[in-house]
């Protein structure tokens, strides 16, 4: 019987880092970027895309003071409301393929 209390005691021990740790990577930001820092993107630290940051000779390299701010932040938010509703696409299509899987069994930390 105490096996069986060490065991559970473990499993909870686990749980509680598994949150701890998946807590921890929600709040991390990490960065990356293109063409000489013309493109920059940013993910939590489990790849969830965040934000992109472009600059005016991303978009127009031989003539950047032609491009305004506002077509800056209008293709940002373009691009981003893109990336997010495909990532929403590709989770729901991914929780039903995993529901099939597990017979519809909800698996903490599975999805």
């Known amino acids: 019987m105490m096996n069986m209390m060490n065991m559970m005691k473990q499993a ?12 921890e990577l929600n709040g991390m930001e990490v960065s990356g970027e293109a063409g000489n820092g013309t493109v920059k ?18 978009i127009d390299p031989e003539n950047p003071s032609s491009v305004s701010e506002d077509t800056i932040e ?30 519809g069994i909800s698996i903490p930390g599975l999805f």
Not at 12 to 23: A, F, P
Not at 42 to 56: N, P, W, Y
């Open 12 to 23: 909870q021990n686990i749980q509680k880092r598994l949150k701890d740790t998946q807590d």
């Open 41 to 58: 993107v940013i993910c939590d630290g489990k790849g969830i895309f965040k934000s992109i940051k472009l600059s005016a000779a991303a």
């Open 74 to 103: 209008m293709l940002e938010d373009l691009i981003t409301a893109a990336i997010n509703q495909t990532s929403e696409k590709a989770q729901k299509i991914m929780e039903e393929k995993m529901k099939a899987v597990t017979g």
